[in-house]
């Protein structure tokens, strides 16, 4: 096994250096810009490089997986749609189609599809019936842009998927269910190469960014893993409350800036700079320190529902539990100028005046 994963290390950093030159040569950069404070054109090649490297793998392993076909035409075609719109800007509504399409695709064929919701408000378990096909349309949609959206700073996106697949490895395992546990360290370990050059820790003239490319691939995979995971017949391997916990920092992300956004009388999918990270590092915080203390609270609520699992805590707790911390988090995110005046003024510190826009 350590040979399998040092071969994949390996080849997904092979695979990272040649697709950098690659997309130089047709144009698949990052250039600066109002929103975008790097420095010079960074190749958006993270996530053509993982898909590459997974779709290898399960190739050439095709018993890993159920639907294994189906899962790697789903994550190609995101791959290719995302590496599109990062090198042409397609509008939000191509993106979504697409996204709602290969999400019909693996209603159809898989029949991967959210039939129950299980016991979440403490009343018994929620069954959708004939809305399981559009909730799940939705689920998969939310997912992808969940993680599209939290890609802001260097390491984020790749962070985070490592503590989601890590979280979701580790159930699978405690399940049984040793084969896709595997898949899930295996994208850990293609998304290290990423983070390391992502970081510049391979230089910083190698450094490259994840992608459009990237970010629906995984969001797709992790939904993908989930429904398969949560909707299993009789006893399913993870409820589907604990899937809140595991990808709680881009869901609660995403949700309070897209209420915020209509709040403000914006469009919901118009890009800005009022996402956690921005908000971390105007109140001071170096991007490394926010990379840090973002992973850190997403690994606090990955602990929170792998115990919540492991012990049966009863899902309405988990799910009132987790609805709090949303219902806070979304208060301080959309007062959060107010809240920091406040104390500045109450701890006596150094006059700054935040707004939406400093």
């Given at each position: ?32 810009s ?40 789903c ?32 209603i ?5 599809e ?24 939705f ?23 490592i ?137 606090i ?58």
């Open positions: 096994m350590i040979i399998d994963l040092l071969f994949t290390f390996f080849l997904a950093f092979a695979v990272l250096f040649f697709m950098r030159k690659v997309a130089r040569r047709v144009g698949l950069v990052d250039k600066p109002g929103r975008k404070m790097h420095t010079g054109n960074v190749p958006l090649v993270g996530g053509v490089a993982i898909c590459i490297t997974i779709v290898n793998y399960i190739y050439t392993h095709p018993n890993m997986i159920n639907h294994a076909n189906l899962y790697m035409l994550i190609f075609g995101l791959t290719i749609v995302g590496a599109l719109d990062d090198r042409f800007d397609l509008s939000v509504k191509i993106r979504m189609l697409v996204q709602a399409l290969i999400s019909i695709a693996m159809y064929f898989a029949n991967a959210l039939h129950t919701l299980g016991n979440l408000l403490g009343f018994g378990a929620i069954e959708l019936g004939m809305l399981g096909g559009l909730v799940t349309v689920a998969v949609i939310g997912c992808i842009n969940a993680f599209n959206m939290v890609d802001g700073i260097d390491g984020l996106l790749g962070g985070l998927s503590v989601t697949f890590a979280s979701i490895g580790i159930l699978l395992l405690l399940a049984g269910e040793q084969s896709l546990s595997y898949l899930c360290l295996l994208l850990v370990v293609c998304m290290l190469p990423y983070i390391m050059m992502n970081l510049g820790l391979a230089g910083r003239k190698r450094k490259v960014f994840m992608g459009d490319a990237g970010s629906m691939m995984i969001g797709f995979t992790v939904i993908w893993l989930l429904i398969g995971a949560s909707q299993t017949a009789g006893n399913p391997m993870i409820r589907p409350v604990t899937a809140l916990w595991l990808i709680a920092v881009p869901l609660m992300d995403m949700v309070a800036i897209m209420v915020r956004r209509v709040k403000q009388g914006k469009s919901p999918f118009k890009p800005d700079r009022e996402h956690l990270h921005h908000i971390c590092q105007r109140l001071g915080f170096s991007p490394l320190q926010t990379l840090t203390l973002i992973c850190f609270i997403a690994t609520f990955a602990t929170v529902g792998i115990v919540g699992e492991i012990l049966l805590v009863p899902e309405y707790i988990m799910f009132y539990g987790f609805i709090t911390i949303f219902t806070l988090y979304l208060i301080f995110l959309i007062n959060y100028c107010t809240v920091m005046n406040y104390f500045r003024r109450k701890l006596d510190l150094p006059e700054k005046k935040y707004s939406s826009t400093n």
